[in-house]
């Protein structure tokens, strides 16, 4: 019963790398999301998909690429890596984007130099 | 624009104490309130949802309340125990105002509690 997983749980990264989160779920769930958390911030949206081949901007997607093309997987790309991407990643899932209870990943740790 | 606000920031109680921990939100077009707990350095782990339409939901020691007219919601623990010790997030699903939802979660910025034995 493995819920979200996501990959790896820690990265350090060079200014202007690129590299991809991993994100999957085994509940085939049709709505996944990104957050990031920041100190003082809370938890922000980056990018959204309510379901394959269908996904939306957030609150904070500057930086970030996402794709949709299986119900299992939602990555996350980070284009271009810079200082103010160092966070920690959340992805998350639920049956759909409306009423439906919502369950998180473990988390990335990301650390851009 | 939809806020949630959770207070107190911090708190600390002794063991066996029962407690309350209060979030508020500004607009109450929303679909469901969820309360999460999150340890140090690991996800967030689904305490309870209370849907638009409940007033309250209960699982174990925990006890969730929801007043959507006046934008509150409490999560009250009973007896309390070290182990209770965690950040504790509320987040709304908001309800768009032409119908249909973004489908995120607007966060508050939690409130870490310490029960000490």
């Known amino acids: 019963n493995a819920g979200v997983t996501q990959t790896p749980k820690f990265q350090v990264l060079k200014t202007g790398q690129s590299m991809t989160l991993q994100c999957a779920q085994d509940?085939?769930?049709?709505?996944m999301s990104w957050y990031r958390q920041d100190p003082g911030m809370g938890l922000r949206l980056i990018h959204y998909s309510v379901g394959a081949g269908i996904t939306d901007q957030g609150e904070v997607p500057n930086g970030y690429n996402v794709s949709r093309s299986t119900t299992e997987d939602f990555p996350l790309r980070l284009l271009s890596a810079a200082p103010s991407q160092t966070s920690v990643y959340f992805c998350?899932?639920?049956?759909?984007?409306?009423?439906?209870?919502?369950?998180f990943g473990q988390g990335t740790r990301l650390t851009v130099v | 624009k939809q806020e949630v606000t959770q207070i107190p920031a911090a708190l600390s109680v002794p063991e066996g104490e029962n407690l309350v921990l209060n979030c508020s939100f500004t607009d109450s077009a929303i679909y469901n309130l969820q309360w999460f707990r999150q340890d140090p350095g690991k996800g967030l782990t689904s305490l309870l949802l209370?849907?638009?339409?409940?007033r309250e939901q209960t699982s174990g020691r925990l006890n969730a309340s929801l007043d959507k007219s006046s934008g509150r919601s409490t999560l009250y623990i009973a007896a309390s125990q070290p182990g209770d010790s965690a950040t504790y997030l509320c987040a709304v699903r908001p309800r768009l105002r032409y119908g249909g939802s973004q489908g995120n979660l607007i966060f508050g910025k939690g409130t870490k509690l310490s029960v000490k034995p």
């Open positions: 998350a899932s639920s049956y759909d984007f409306e009423d439906t209870e919502a369950f």
């Open positions: 209370i849907q638009s339409s409940q």
């Open positions: 509940m085939n769930h049709e709505y």
